[in-house]
């Protein structure tokens, strides 16, 4: 697993159009595509946390369009997230047994943080966040048919699963950057 606060490295040299900003943190449809679905983390409890989800108003060129900088007028739905050991679990309600979602965190990069202000220029909102992303399983290339833990043999950046976790108050949003971090570092010693 990667962690990184710029994450020069995860960036894939084989796409020229890739590009990046001049403060080292990257600009490109990569992670651009990454920052425009996310989970906004508000004040929780303990062990149950209230997040939203963010979901695409599609431009006139609609959901096939290669150009996926066509995502118009965003909205927010409610999300809870538990992190238990190497496992982050999305649910729908706090009230649902099955997670939506469960991401390892064993096969990770974490990118971030990015504050409130630069979110708000960028149009995601006056939030602090950080991405989480992940190639998806790829068989054939090995028994387990996981993709491998080495971000250089990754595929390209828009067909990676991702996360983007953010919170309106910045103390909860690094709290939960360091325990994604630390459940990470421990599945690393493992």
Known sequence: AMLSSTSPELR???????????????TS??????????????????YFTQWLERKADWGPLGPEAENFFSYVGWCWGTRYVTLEGPMLKIFTTAAHHQPRQSVFLGRVAVEGMWTAKENEEDGYGEVWSFVIRWPPPVRGHSDDGVAS??????????????????????????????????????????
């Open 12 to 26: 894939p040299s084989r796409d020229p159009s890739l590009g990046e900003a001049t403060d080292g943190k990257q």
């Open 29 to 46: 449809l990569g992670l651009s595509l990454f920052r425009k679905q996310g989970y906004l983390l508000k004040q929780s409890s303990a």
């Open 149 to 190: 833990s080495d971000p250089i043999s990754w595929p390209a950046p828009s067909e990676l699963e991702f996360l983007h976790i953010g919170s309106y108050d910045e103390q909860e949003c690094e709290e939960w950057f360091r325990a994604v971090k630390q459940a990470i570092i421990s599945v690393d010693r493992t």
